[in-house]
């Protein structure tokens, strides 16, 4: 995967945001934007169209799963990879995202095998 993908992070929690983007930027990754709702979810990928968006399932005005089943309809959709503290990896697959990472293991190469489907 080429260094310099662009990553949307959605989740309610701004210091998980804050780490998420610490850990993603330091590796390469460029961080176009964030959000903590759904709603927000849904415009900041319409309007920035980053290659990733780093979803949450559970937000304030809905469920990240559906958030990633309607970015997933799309033309040219960007790679949707599930955030959660539980096991949410059956719910990543039947949503159409490409996998799912537990919250206290992500860093940049866990976002990479994800996107890359190991």
């Keep these: 995967m080429p260094v310099g993908r662009t990553v949307l992070i959605v989740d309610d929690t701004a210091a998980f945001r804050l780490v998420a983007r610490e850990l993603l930027?330091?590796?390469?990754?460029?961080?176009?934007?964030?959000?903590s709702n759904a709603r927000a979810a849904l415009k900041a990928?319409?309007?920035g169209r980053p290659?990733?968006?780093l979803l949450d399932v559970r937000?304030?005005?809905?469920?990240?799963?559906?958030?990633?089943?309607?970015?997933?309809?799309w033309v040219d959709?960007?790679?949707?990879?599930?955030?959660?503290t539980a096991d949410y990896t059956q719910a990543a697959r039947e949503c159409g995202a490409a996998g799912f990472i537990s919250k206290?293991?992500?860093?940049?190469q866990t976002l990479r095998a994800a996107i890359e489907g190991r």
């Design 45 to 47: 990928a319409c309007d």
């Design 59 to 73: 937000l304030p005005d809905g469920s990240g799963v559906d958030v990633a089943r309607i970015v997933r309809g």
């Design 51 to 53: 290659d990733v968006v």
């Design 25 to 35: 930027e330091s590796d390469g990754f460029v961080i176009i934007g964030e959000a």
């Design 77 to 84: 959709p960007p790679v949707v990879v599930l955030t959660s």
């Design 104 to 108: 206290r293991l992500l860093s940049a």
